[in-house]
């Protein structure tokens, strides 16, 4: 599927269950960079697990990155909210679904949680692992790479100076460039601020190696009228090189979705 945002072209891939019309529509918000890589098949195999269970899914690709046009450094999320309300109307056009949700990893969450508060047609919000706080994003990501850089560095290979990342403004994030306006803008997302005007029913997905919800995830999901937070066992599907088991992540969500919409599990 192509379809226009901000005079850009955007390509996305449509699962349509077997019965027509879907019971809902989901939008699916893939994570920031390297991230949107590693989780690239997890999104696929939740795709075609919705589709089995009735709903329509839309997975997309912002502008700048994956197959749609545009220039990733000259991107960011305010162009990407602006796709995201363009993918989210045509996924209603498209699907005809009584209800729609969105789903997004990561960053992802975050724009999808930001979306819900304007979105007054959303029936449901699931966010998987959520960036709550752009700056401690920014933090740990920018340690990861300095680490990941000397360990480089130290067998032989090259990397960009940290004098000249300084001097052009950028950082690197596991290979992408990323430019100083669009870690300005990810440092002003603050999902932990106050509460939340959305009003449906929103799953915050804690995924990690620990039984036991986060401080931050349970304080973003009671942030919520209807916010619900569980624990899930599972490697990080959005950082893990090769093929990853995300059985653990999909059945919490299809439980959910059930529970939620009353789907049938595939």
């Not at 440092?187 to 915050?204: F, H, Q, R, W």
Request: overall charge negative.
């Amino acid at each position: 599927m192509e379809f226009e945002s901000g005079g850009f072209t955007l390509r996305g891939v449509v699962h349509r269950p077997v019965q027509e019309p879907p019971v809902a529509g989901i939008v699916f918000v893939h994570p920031f960079a390297e991230e949107k890589k590693s989780s690239y098949r997890v999104f696929v195999e939740m795709a075609r697990a919705a589709a089995d269970a009735g709903c329509g899914v839309l997975r997309f690709d912002f502008r700048g990155c994956g197959d749609s046009e545009g220039l990733f450094e000259e991107a960011g999320p305010e162009a990407w909210r602006g796709d995201l309300r363009r993918a989210f109307s045509l996924a209603k056009e498209t699907f005809g679904a009584p209800r729609m949700g969105l789903l997004g990893l990561r960053l992802g969450a975050a724009l999808a949680a930001e979306l819900a508060e304007e979105e007054l047609e959303l029936a449901f919000l699931l966010l998987w692992e959520p960036v709550a706080e752009g700056e401690r994003y920014l933090s740990l990501t920018m340690r990861r790479s300095m680490l990941r850089r000397k360990l480089t560095e130290h067998e032989g290979g090259e990397a960009l100076a940290e004098e000249e990342e300084e001097e052009a403004g950028e950082v690197d994030f596991d290979g992408y460039l990323v430019p100083a306006e669009i870690q300005r803008q990810i440092a002003e997302i603050d999902l932990l601020a106050e509460s939340k005007a959305y009003p449906g029913p929103t799953l915050v997905l804690n995924l990690s190696g620990r039984s036991k919800v986060a401080p931050a995830v349970e304080k973003l999901a009671s942030r919520y009228v209807s916010g619900e937070a569980q624990a899930v066992r599972q490697e990080p599907i959005w950082s893990t090189v090769g093929l990853v088991d995300a059985t653990p992540t999909i059945t919490a969500s299809l439980e959910w979705l059930r529970k939620t919409l009353g789907l049938r599990l595939p």
